[in-house]
Protein backbone atom coordinates (compact mmCIF):
# COMPACT_ATOMS: atom_id res chain seq x y z
CA UNK A 1 0.00 0.00 0.00
CA UNK A 2 1.35 3.34 -0.67
CA UNK A 3 0.19 7.11 0.10
CA UNK A 4 1.84 8.62 -3.01
CA UNK A 5 2.89 7.23 -6.47
CA UNK A 6 5.26 8.62 -8.72
CA UNK A 7 6.43 7.13 -12.04
CA UNK A 8 8.20 8.96 -15.16
CA UNK A 9 6.18 9.15 -18.46
CA UNK A 10 8.13 9.85 -21.59
CA UNK A 11 6.62 11.82 -24.52
CA UNK A 12 8.91 9.99 -27.13
CA UNK A 13 10.84 6.12 -27.18
CA UNK A 14 13.79 7.82 -27.09
CA UNK A 15 16.57 6.40 -24.64
CA UNK A 16 15.46 7.72 -21.16
CA UNK A 17 18.45 9.70 -19.33
CA UNK A 18 19.56 9.05 -16.20
CA UNK A 19 18.39 11.58 -12.86
CA UNK A 20 21.02 13.90 -12.34
CA UNK A 21 19.94 15.39 -9.62
CA UNK A 22 20.87 14.37 -6.09
CA UNK A 23 17.32 13.80 -4.69
CA UNK A 24 17.17 10.36 -2.68
CA UNK A 25 14.96 7.71 -4.81
CA UNK A 26 12.89 6.52 -2.34
CA UNK A 27 12.43 7.90 1.21
CA UNK A 28 10.84 6.21 4.34
CA UNK A 29 7.80 7.85 6.01
CA UNK A 30 6.77 8.08 9.57
CA UNK A 31 4.30 5.15 8.75
CA UNK A 32 6.22 3.94 7.13
CA UNK A 33 5.35 3.90 3.25
CA UNK A 34 8.05 3.96 0.74
CA UNK A 35 7.74 6.97 -1.79
CA UNK A 36 9.57 6.54 -5.16
CA UNK A 37 11.20 10.00 -6.72
CA UNK A 38 12.10 10.39 -9.63
CA UNK A 39 13.10 13.58 -11.49
CA UNK A 40 12.06 13.87 -15.46
CA UNK A 41 14.62 13.73 -18.11
CA UNK A 42 14.25 16.63 -20.81
CA UNK A 43 11.87 15.33 -22.73
CA UNK A 44 9.21 13.59 -19.90
CA UNK A 45 7.28 14.08 -16.94
CA UNK A 46 6.44 13.17 -13.89
CA UNK A 47 3.19 11.88 -13.17
CA UNK A 48 2.03 12.06 -9.46
CA UNK A 49 -0.73 10.03 -8.53
CA UNK A 50 -3.04 9.92 -5.39
CA UNK A 51 -4.01 6.42 -4.90
CA UNK A 52 -8.13 6.25 -4.27
CA UNK A 53 -8.04 5.52 -0.76
CA UNK A 54 -5.82 8.56 0.26
CA UNK A 55 -8.56 10.79 -1.56
CA UNK A 56 -11.31 9.16 0.37
CA UNK A 57 -9.65 9.67 3.95
CA UNK A 58 -8.06 13.05 2.52
CA UNK A 59 -5.06 12.30 3.64
CA UNK A 60 -2.08 14.24 1.52
CA UNK A 61 0.41 13.94 4.22
CA UNK A 62 2.55 11.42 1.47
CA UNK A 63 2.84 14.26 -0.69
CA UNK A 64 3.89 16.83 1.45
CA UNK A 65 6.28 14.80 3.06
CA UNK A 66 7.78 14.30 -0.53
CA UNK A 67 7.18 17.90 -1.60
CA UNK A 68 7.83 18.94 1.35
CA UNK A 69 9.78 23.79 1.19
CA UNK A 70 12.43 21.73 2.54
CA UNK A 71 13.07 19.26 0.12
CA UNK A 72 12.31 22.08 -2.96
CA UNK A 73 15.10 24.13 -2.60
CA UNK A 74 17.59 22.45 -5.13
CA UNK A 75 17.47 25.33 -8.32
CA UNK A 76 18.05 22.48 -10.69
CA UNK A 77 15.09 20.25 -9.72
CA UNK A 78 12.79 22.84 -9.94
CA UNK A 79 13.79 23.70 -13.08
CA UNK A 80 13.11 20.16 -14.46
CA UNK A 81 9.87 19.80 -12.54
CA UNK A 82 8.71 23.40 -13.96
CA UNK A 83 5.47 22.86 -15.65
CA UNK A 84 6.29 19.45 -15.96
CA UNK A 85 4.12 17.25 -13.52
CA UNK A 86 1.08 15.77 -14.42
CA UNK A 87 -1.64 15.21 -11.52
CA UNK A 88 -3.70 11.51 -11.46
CA UNK A 89 -6.45 10.79 -9.12
CA UNK A 90 -7.20 6.94 -9.02
CA UNK A 91 -10.67 6.16 -10.02
CA UNK A 92 -11.24 9.82 -10.56
CA UNK A 93 -9.36 11.26 -13.42
CA UNK A 94 -11.27 9.99 -15.98
CA UNK A 95 -14.44 9.86 -14.34
CA UNK A 96 -16.70 11.21 -17.72
CA UNK A 97 -18.84 13.94 -15.22
CA UNK A 98 -15.91 15.53 -13.97
CA UNK A 99 -14.21 15.15 -10.99
CA UNK A 100 -14.35 19.24 -10.09
CA UNK A 101 -18.33 18.45 -9.10
CA UNK A 102 -17.86 15.53 -6.54
CA UNK A 103 -17.92 16.25 -3.06
CA UNK A 104 -14.95 13.47 -2.26
CA UNK A 105 -12.53 15.45 -4.86
CA UNK A 106 -14.06 18.78 -3.55
CA UNK A 107 -12.75 18.35 -0.18
CA UNK A 108 -9.69 16.40 -1.10
CA UNK A 109 -8.63 19.05 -3.42
CA UNK A 110 -9.25 22.30 -1.66
CA UNK A 111 -7.73 21.19 1.83
CA UNK A 112 -4.47 19.96 0.32
CA UNK A 113 -4.28 23.24 -2.15
CA UNK A 114 -4.51 24.94 1.39
CA UNK A 115 -1.87 22.93 2.49
CA UNK A 116 0.28 22.99 -0.70
CA UNK A 117 -0.42 26.35 -2.85
CA UNK A 118 1.99 26.05 -5.25
CA UNK A 119 0.10 23.81 -8.44
CA UNK A 120 0.89 26.03 -10.99
CA UNK A 121 4.58 26.33 -10.96
CA UNK A 122 4.79 22.65 -11.42
CA UNK A 123 1.36 21.60 -13.30
CA UNK A 124 1.93 20.72 -17.33
CA UNK A 125 -0.45 23.32 -18.86
CA UNK A 126 -0.97 21.17 -22.14
CA UNK A 127 -3.94 18.62 -20.49
CA UNK A 128 -7.46 19.68 -18.67
CA UNK A 129 -6.52 18.25 -15.18
CA UNK A 130 -5.04 21.47 -13.53
CA UNK A 131 -8.13 23.63 -14.89
CA UNK A 132 -10.35 20.87 -13.22
CA UNK A 133 -8.44 20.37 -9.96
CA UNK A 134 -9.10 24.28 -9.95
CA UNK A 135 -12.58 24.39 -10.37
CA UNK A 136 -12.96 21.75 -7.69
CA UNK A 137 -12.07 24.53 -5.25
CA UNK A 138 -14.18 27.47 -6.26
CA UNK A 139 -17.57 27.72 -4.12
CA UNK A 140 -19.88 28.20 -6.04
CA UNK A 141 -19.89 26.28 -9.33
CA UNK A 142 -22.83 26.46 -11.72
CA UNK A 143 -23.88 23.45 -13.72
CA UNK A 144 -25.76 24.47 -17.05
CA UNK A 145 -27.66 21.90 -19.25
CA UNK A 146 -28.44 23.03 -22.87
CA UNK A 147 -30.27 21.56 -25.25
CA UNK A 148 -28.14 19.30 -27.58
CA UNK A 149 -25.35 19.30 -25.69
CA UNK A 150 -24.62 15.97 -23.70
CA UNK A 151 -22.24 17.42 -21.17
CA UNK A 152 -23.22 20.04 -18.51
CA UNK A 153 -21.05 23.63 -18.90
CA UNK A 154 -19.76 24.98 -15.87
CA UNK A 155 -19.89 28.30 -14.88
CA UNK A 156 -18.51 30.24 -12.19
CA UNK A 157 -17.48 33.68 -10.86
CA UNK A 158 -14.61 34.98 -12.09
CA UNK A 159 -13.60 36.89 -8.52
CA UNK A 160 -13.58 33.28 -7.03
CA UNK A 161 -11.35 32.46 -9.77
CA UNK A 162 -8.78 35.58 -9.07
CA UNK A 163 -9.52 34.48 -5.22
CA UNK A 164 -8.11 31.14 -5.60
CA UNK A 165 -5.20 32.28 -7.48
CA UNK A 166 -4.10 35.33 -5.10
CA UNK A 167 -1.88 32.33 -3.26
CA UNK A 168 -1.12 30.71 -6.15
CA UNK A 169 0.86 33.83 -7.73
CA UNK A 170 2.96 34.44 -4.50
CA UNK A 171 4.32 31.00 -4.36
CA UNK A 172 4.67 30.64 -8.54
CA UNK A 173 6.70 34.14 -7.54
CA UNK A 174 9.01 32.76 -4.50
CA UNK A 175 9.30 29.28 -6.54
CA UNK A 176 10.67 30.73 -9.97
CA UNK A 177 13.05 32.90 -7.84
CA UNK A 178 14.07 29.95 -6.08
CA UNK A 179 14.57 28.19 -9.31
CA UNK A 180 16.70 30.96 -10.74
CA UNK A 181 14.13 31.37 -13.04
CA UNK A 182 14.71 35.16 -13.90
CA UNK A 183 11.67 37.48 -13.31
CA UNK A 184 11.12 37.57 -17.48
CA UNK A 185 10.45 33.81 -17.82
CA UNK A 186 8.15 34.05 -14.01
CA UNK A 187 5.83 36.45 -15.82
CA UNK A 188 5.59 34.48 -18.62
CA UNK A 189 4.32 31.19 -16.59
CA UNK A 190 2.29 33.39 -14.77
CA UNK A 191 0.71 34.92 -18.12
CA UNK A 192 0.14 31.25 -19.73
CA UNK A 193 -1.56 30.03 -16.21
CA UNK A 194 -4.07 33.21 -16.77
CA UNK A 195 -4.56 32.24 -20.06
CA UNK A 196 -4.93 28.72 -19.53
CA UNK A 197 -7.73 29.73 -17.09
CA UNK A 198 -9.37 31.73 -19.35
CA UNK A 199 -9.05 34.63 -17.12
CA UNK A 200 -10.52 37.85 -18.80
CA UNK A 201 -7.30 38.96 -21.06
CA UNK A 202 -7.38 42.55 -19.69
CA UNK A 203 -7.36 41.52 -16.13
CA UNK A 204 -4.07 40.14 -15.88
CA UNK A 205 -2.27 41.80 -12.39
CA UNK A 206 0.31 43.64 -14.34
CA UNK A 207 1.43 45.07 -10.63
CA UNK A 208 2.67 41.74 -9.63
CA UNK A 209 3.71 41.16 -13.15
CA UNK A 210 5.88 44.24 -14.68
CA UNK A 211 7.40 42.69 -17.10
CA UNK A 212 4.02 42.23 -18.60
CA UNK A 213 2.42 45.58 -18.39
CA UNK A 214 1.91 46.51 -22.06
CA UNK A 215 0.52 43.21 -22.84
Known amino acids: MRYLRLRRTAES ?3 QKTNPLA ?3 TMTA ?3 FQFLIEAPADDSFVEVTFPYHTITHNDFTGFL ?3 SWERLHDPALLRRLHGRVRFRFEFFTQDPAGFERLPVMRTFLQDWHHAWPAWFFFAD ?3 EVARRMTLACLPNLLFVERD ?3 RQRIAYHKSDMLTFMSGEWLFLQTMAMQA ?3 FP ?3 ARARAVWDYLELPPNGFPTHRWPTYATV
Do not use: M, V
Open 13 to 15: TSK
Open 185 to 187: AAA
Open 65 to 67: KTF
Open 125 to 127: LSE
Open 30 to 32: TNP
Open 23 to 25: LPK
Open 148 to 150: GER
Open 180 to 182: HLG
